[in-house]
């Protein structure tokens, strides 16, 4: 089994990695295993003062919960299995761990997500995948 993680942070662009690898299933000689993946950034400063460790917990299942949505659609519709994961942390370091951790092949991923001012800024998370990455990852546009 072919296992593929698919990055997903609810936008338009994700969700085109997810319809190219619903596409391009037949092309690959074993069945896919997919994992979708949600990052959430860790909440930092004084939030975290006024909230307990549960509703932090439930604050990010709740954000990774949405930004997976369509996602989920998408293979729910298709009749394709998955397993959904949701992180925390730096989006392109939790990729890359989860990637090494389930053993998967390849990471399907958009070149562009939600966060293009912070890319200008910092570099895109694509990129750090790439540079981070013992698989191979492929880029939808």
Not at 1 to 21: C, F, Q, T, Y
Not at 36 to 61: C, K, Y
Not at 107 to 134: C, D, F, N, P, Q
Request: proline share 4%.
């Amino acid at each position: 089994m072919l296992r593929v993680l698919v990055p997903v942070d609810g936008s338009e662009n994700s969700i085109r990695a997810v319809d190219h690898v619903l596409k391009k299933a037949a092309w690959y000689k074993e069945p896919l295993e997919i994992h979708l993946l949600n990052v959430q950034h860790p909440l930092h400063g004084e939030v975290r003062m006024f909230l307990d460790a549960e509703q932090i917990r439930t604050f990010h299942h709740d954000e990774g919960t949405k930004a997976l949505e369509s996602a989920r659609k998408v293979l729910d519709g298709a009749g394709i299995p998955y397993i959904v994961h949701i992180g925390v942390g730096n989006p392109a370091e939790v990729i890359v761990q989860y990637a090494k951790e389930k053993g998967c092949d390849q990471i399907v991923m958009s070149a562009r997500g939600l966060g293009s001012v912070a890319a200008l800024l910092m570099g895109s998370v694509a990129t750090k995948v790439i540079h981070l990455s013992e698989v191979p990852v492929l880029l939808v546009k």
